[in-house]
């Protein structure tokens, strides 16, 4: 294991909580979503983390012909990156303020095949698997593990190799449960999100507890969110992680700056991770490198580009 192997690079593009309000540059459309994976691709990202809008209000959308729209224009434009769709939608409650008990608009709540319909569907390489039930906001996440075995039953039929979202201590406790189970594939796959509020705090403290309860072998990546993205990512690295930045994570290529678009912000992490020593991973590295299906088989000659990092844990 040394710092001089490949590091994956995942670029969410869009999210569901990041708005226009914010950043102008933000793609919406399907077409804008997928020039955005694109230019990600171009700048050095692997994977792209793709949410889709309803075009016309803006906000996340669990509609199955939005994402085959963008997965067929990244496909028309020859971009080979892998595509990690989400299934974070349709979690969310808001509580009303007169009757907890009931819910208020802005409740996404749904049955859990509905949240990975489009996985069924599209068979995407990557799918996200949220594992936390955390207060977000004046919202409330909620992930049973009854909801999540389902979900994760019907991504292992789509032959999808969910990436598991960490966002505090006992999200982990949990997955790993699933992994001993045989629910998720093993080694399993773990992206650690830092600084939401109420969730795992964005600091090295923290980082490195939960590196220390992550079951072996394992990959895993890390990120964070807002002011704290590029300092996460720079983390990540040095801790020996895969790393991630995009606009569903930050809006702003430096303080006081915002971003022009998803493409700039990837090329900033390139740099970072090159300047402390790294090397990027290609999509075709990285497909490798977690096992996916499609990627190619370590040979003589390219072993060494994919030797284990610590981003992917052995006993």
Not at 167 to 186: I, T
Request: with cysteine; proline share 8%.
């Amino acid at each position: 294991m040394t710092m001089s192997d490949k590091t994956i690079l995942t670029c969410a593009v869009t999210g569901n909580i990041t708005t226009r309000a914010q950043n102008p540059a933000l793609p919406v459309t399907p077409s804008e979503i997928a020039q955005a994976v694109v230019d990600a691709a171009n700048a050095g990202a692997a994977i792209a983390h793709v949410h889709v809008r309803d075009p016309a209000t803006e906000r996340g959308s669990m509609d199955v012909a939005l994402y085959r729209e963008v997965m067929e224009r990244v496909s028309a434009a020859g971009c080979d990156i892998i595509l990690n769709l989400t299934t974070g939608e349709g979690g969310r409650f808001v509580p009303d303020p007169e009757d907890p008990k009931r819910a208020a608009p802005g409740t996404t709540l749904c049955p859990p095949e509905a949240r990975v319909a489009h996985v069924r569907a599209l068979r995407p390489e990557i799918c996200t698997l949220d594992f936390n039930t955390m207060v977000s906001g004046e919202r409330i996440v909620i992930n049973p593990p009854a909801n999540l075995e389902r979900m994760a039953r019907v991504i292992a039929d789509a032959g999808t190799l969910p990436e598991i979202e960490l966002f505090d201590s006992g999200d982990l406790v949990m997955a790993k449960e699933f992994v001993e189970r045989g629910l998720v594939p093993n080694p399993p796959l773990f992206q650690i999100v830092l600084g939401v509020r109420y969730g795992a705090a964005a600091n090295p403290e923290t980082l490195a507890y939960l590196l220390s309860q992550l079951p072996r072998p394992c990959h895993w990546a890390a990120f964070g969110i807002g002011r704290q993205a590029f300092r996460m990512l720079a983390l990540a690295y040095l801790m020996g992680g895969h790393v991630r930045i995009g606009m569903e994570d930050t809006v702003h290529i430096a303080r006081g700056e915002l971003a022009k678009g998803n493409g700039q912000l990837v090329e900033k992490a390139v740099r970072i991770v090159e300047d402390l020593g790294g090397r990027m991973a290609t999509p075709m590295e990285a497909r490798a490198i977690l096992g996916l299906p499609h990627g190619a088989a370590p040979t003589p000659s390219n072993v060494g580009e994919v030797a284990p990092r610590l981003g992917e844990m052995t006993e």
